[in-house]
């Protein structure tokens, strides 16, 4: 203000064919050469409609999976002051539940390209619900929190609608990440640049899309086929000791290390440590996240679910969340039920939180919410003709 086990079981996929945001499935479409128009290809019957696409629920399970991660780990925030084991866990959570949202939307941008209707797509299903939400969450907690002096500014993220401002600038500079030679190097050196850079700012929140850039990067370069490497059971069972080490170090480093680390939104310096340590911090928790991200990936299911069907409507689960959580801060629920902070009512907090952004991801809230998520906006576009 964005973020998978197991991939594929049936044959490779091929390369995704369309952009796609965190809560679009990817579609498999035919690779076979197109005939001309008004030619059929020699010996081939006419290609049934429902063969032509087809979600793969490996990608919804996933992002249905981070999006509930995501929730939970903001519901502990409020409560978690007073509990090592709950700030260990938070931890965990947070190193990789964001880079394996980004990773995917890389993946999902492969084919993104400065086209008129790419464009008009990113625009209304990008930037049109960042400018709703936005201004809805300022609104929010100017009237819910009583805030009278909280302005509207569209260039200073609130909360989490920075991951759409981020997913915007990713997206649009696909073209050069493709076009270089060593894409992911350059990434991570500007991250590492953001990350001892002070001055940068909060415009946008840049620190957070520079820093995350290495994962989206990252995304444009994964293959269907490196997917499935991630799914061999192999890699499953060499992420449970993974994890396990990752918790035990966790649970050491809680009441040591800061949390602002995680966040990403900050230099080095305005931390308060040394210069030098953002570059090297930029580093460690690249190769961490990708760890993580990978060993949480392994444990995806990859066929159907009764969740796989909510994955379509991350985005939804994503932006709305927020009012859930904000609410209750504004509200001082969290303050006055002290007992949340019990292992019980920590409890309680995960599953209410994983409940409501369950509910949050349902079809019918998303076709409640397309005129702010998915708008066709066709007025405000040019028509492009089908030789364009």
């Known amino acids: 203000m964005f973020q998978a086990p197991s991939v594929f079981q049936r044959a490779p996929l091929p390369p995704a064919t369309r952009e796609s945001e965190p809560r679009h499935a990817q579609t498999l479409t035919a690779t076979a050469p197109r005939p001309a128009p008004g030619t059929s ?171 995350f850039l290495p994962f989206f990067v990252l995304g444009l370069l994964v293959k269907p086929e490196q997917f499935q490497l991630v799914r061999r059971r192999e890699v499953r069972l060499l992420s449970l000791p993974l994890f396990a080490g990752a918790l035990l170090f966790a649970y050491w480093a809680a009441p040591r290390m800061q949390l602002g680390w995680f966040y990403r939104a900050n230099s080095a310096q305005e931390m308060g440590a040394p210069w030098w340590s953002g570059a090297v911090m930029t580093l460690a928790m690249f190769g961490c996240a990708l760890v993580l991200t990978v060993g949480f990936l392994a444990w995806v299911p990859g066929r159907e679910r009764w969740f796989t069907v909510l994955g379509a409507g991350t985005i939804c689960g994503y932006l709305l969340h927020g009012f859930l959580i904000k609410g209750a801060e504004y509200a001082g629920l969290f303050d006055h039920y002290t007992w949340l902070s019990d292992p019980v009512g920590l409890v309680v907090v995960s599953l209410v939180a994983a409940v409501a952004v369950t509910l949050m991801c349902a079809p019918l809230v998303g076709r409640a919410l397309k005129w702010a998520t998915e708008p066709e906006m066709n007025w405000a576009f040019r028509k492009v003709s089908a030789r364009r």
């Open 41 to 211: 290809a020699p010996g081939a019957a006419a290609p049934a409609p429902a063969a032509a696409k087809k979600r793969d629920p490996y990608f919804d399970n996933v992002k249905y999976l981070a999006i509930v991660l995501v929730a939970v780990a903001h519901a502990w925030e409020p409560v978690m002051d007073g509990s090592r084991a709950t700030r260990a866990l938070y931890m965990i959570v947070y190193m990789f539940h964001m880079p394996a949202f980004i990773l995917i939307s890389g993946y999902f941008s492969r084919s993104f390209d400065m086209t008129a209707p790419k464009v008009k797509r990113l625009l209304t299903s990008v930037v049109v619900p960042y400018l709703v939400f936005e201004t809805a969450y300022s609104l929010f907690k100017r009237y819910a929190d009583d805030s009278p002096d909280m302005a509207i500014s569209l260039v200073d993220p609130f909360f989490l609608t920075w991951f759409l401002i981020a997913l915007f600038i990713w997206r649009v500079t696909t073209p050069i990440w493709q076009a270089i030679r060593h894409p992911l190097p350059v990434a991570l050196a500007i991250a590492m640049l953001a990350s001892v850079s002070p001055d940068i700012g909060d415009d946008l929140d840049l620190q957070r899309v520079l820093q």
